[in-house]
């Protein structure tokens, strides 16, 4: 029969220092080291928030969109929206200036008067006529009632066309012209 007899070890004084300034030194680093686990034990979890917490901002010249999501779908959704304000500037790149000022007087007229109908001795064929018709064939103005441009005839914005006053404005008239009219 074997016996073991125990002994609880004593604790030196010199033991004790070692002990406490090994402690002393480590507890600043405790904090760094709880995080790193903490992490590496929640990555999974911790990525997909940070996944569904991403955002786009898209800056368009007088408006300002923020949209919240996916990454991958906000990239398809950036692209989308890309493409629709390079369909917009091709619409309105090459307005004439005569085109630009009737569509600034139609838009004036509508939000001064609430409306804006032809001149009672407006003339098709004329150089007027092929100007609201250039309007038109970009799908920014229409005859609010619908068939061809006659005098006296009500002229609409189109939702396009407000959409390109709203959002392009600035490409249509820079502030320095706009100023000018």
């Keep these: 029969m074997l016996i073991f007899i125990a002994e609880t070890p004593t604790i030196s004084p010199s033991t004790s220092n070692n002990t406490l300034e090994l402690i002393q030194v480590l507890t600043p680093l405790a904090w760094p080291l709880i995080f790193l686990l903490v992490f590496f034990v929640l990555k999974k979890q911790l990525t997909g928030i940070l996944e ?9 010249p007088g408006s300002e969109i923020k949209l919240t999501g996916k990454p991958s779908d906000l990239r ?9 304000i390079q369909e ?7 307005l004439s200036n005569q ?8 838009n ?3 939000n001064k008067n ?3 109908k032809l001149c009672d001795d407006f003339q098709r064929g004329s150089n007027l006529h092929k100007t609201y018709q250039g309007l ?3 799908h920014l103005i229409r005859p609010k009632e619908g068939g061809q441009f006659n005098s ?4 609409e914005i189109t939702d396009f066309g407000s959409a390109v006053l709203e959002l392009r404005r600035t490409v249509i008239w820079p502030e320095e012209e706009l100023q000018l009219k």
Excluded: C, F
């Design 114 to 116: 609430n409306k804006h």
């Design 136 to 138: 038109r064939q970009r």
């Design 88 to 94: 917009l500037d091709k619409n309105i790149i090459n």
């Design 99 to 106: 085109e630009k000022d009737l569509l600034l007087e139609i």
């Design 76 to 84: 398809d959704i950036d692209k989308a929206i890309q493409s629709i």
């Design 52 to 60: 569904k917490s991403a955002s786009i901002e898209i800056k368009i």
């Design 152 to 155: 006296g005839k009500e002229i």
């Design 108 to 110: 004036n007229d509508i």
